[in-house]
């Protein structure tokens, strides 16, 4: 079940969280000067949000990937957490936003990533159309913007919690259109534990699925 458009004044429920609260309808927070960062407001349910005719992901069953806690080493001591990240979420400009799209939907479908938010080109006047991506229970935090250019040397990492989802990642990325760089393989110049699979997207970006973890 794809994302769905949302009309003004609507504030049927959309996605329940596991803390019982629901979505409505989306706040769009447009910072000045930061157009491209957009935000979604949550409410109780029958509490309507200011929202817009932003379109919001409508699949409130999908399963997202629970918090990862540090796994224990079978001889005893815990293994270090490498997954952790401060960066709440991440634009990348392209010059073609469908065709970024159509690879991306897929290939982070893999993962259990799917499509949040699409907002419409000009819904702030001279902003360019934009993709959120996220889990359904939290947030959009990587996102397509249009009319862009990719930037040089642009490396994406996504954490994943096995290698088996390396592997997927990897395979759908390769079905989706990218070019293989390097085969899901064990990178100890990293750290021992450390399973990525390298692709190119469409537009250049080198694009990773990382598990810190042993089989």
Same mark, same amino acid.
């Given at each position: @079940?794809?994302?769905?458009?949302?009309?003004?004044?609507?504030?049927?429920?959309?996605?329940?969280?596991?803390?019982?609260?629901?979505?409505?309808?989306?706040?769009?927070?447009?910072?000045?000067?930061?157009?491209?960062?957009?935000?979604?407001?949550?409410?109780?349910?029958?509490?309507?949000?200011?929202?817009?005719?932003?379109?919001?992901?409508?699949?409130?069953?999908?399963?997202?990937?629970?918090?990862?806690?540090?796994?224990?080493?079978?001889?005893?001591?815990? @293994?270090?957490?490498?997954?952790?990240?401060?960066?709440?979420?991440?634009?990348?400009?392209?010059?073609?936003?469908?065709?970024?799209?159509?690879?991306?939907?897929?290939?982070?479908?893999?993962?259990?990533?799917?499509?949040?938010?699409?907002?419409?080109?000009?819904?702030?006047?001279? @902003?360019?159309? @934009?993709?959120?991506?996220?889990?359904?229970?939290?947030?959009?935090?990587?996102?397509?913007?249009?009319?862009?250019?990719?930037?040089?040397?642009?490396?994406?990492?996504?954490?994943?919690?096995?290698?088996?989802?390396?592997?997927?990642?990897?395979?759908?990325?390769?079905?989706?259109?990218?070019?293989?760089?390097?085969?899901?393989?064990?990178?100890?110049?990293?750290?021992?534990?450390?399973?990525?699979?390298?692709?190119?997207?469409?537009?250049?970006?080198?694009?990773?699925?990382?598990?810190?973890?042993?089989?």
């Amino acid at each position: @079940m794809g994302p769905r458009r949302v009309a003004a004044g609507d504030t049927s429920p959309l996605l329940a969280d596991r803390a019982g609260a629901v979505w409505t309808r989306a706040s769009l927070e447009l910072g000045v000067g930061r157009g491209d960062i957009v935000f979604l407001s949550r409410a109780r349910s029958g509490h309507s949000v200011s929202g817009t005719g932003a379109t919001v992901c409508s699949d409130p069953y999908r399963q997202t990937p629970a918090r990862r806690q540090p796994l224990a080493d079978q001889k005893g001591p815990a @293994m270090p957490d490498r997954s952790g990240s401060q960066i709440d979420h991440l634009n990348i400009a392209v010059p073609d936003l469908a065709a970024a799209v159509e690879f991306y939907t897929p290939t982070l479908d893999s993962i259990g990533i799917v499509t949040i938010l699409e907002i419409p080109a000009d819904h702030t006047p001279g @902003m360019p159309a @934009m993709t959120g991506y996220g889990w359904p229970q939290t947030k959009p935090f990587f996102w397509l913007i249009d009319q862009g250019t990719v930037g040089t040397n642009m490396h994406l990492a996504f954490t994943v919690d096995t290698r088996d989802q390396v592997r997927a990642f990897y395979q759908a990325a390769l079905a989706a259109g990218a070019e293989d760089r390097e085969a899901p393989a064990v990178h100890p110049e990293y750290h021992l534990d450390y399973y990525g699979g390298f692709v190119t997207d469409p537009h250049g970006v080198n694009l990773e699925a990382v598990c810190h973890h042993l089989e």
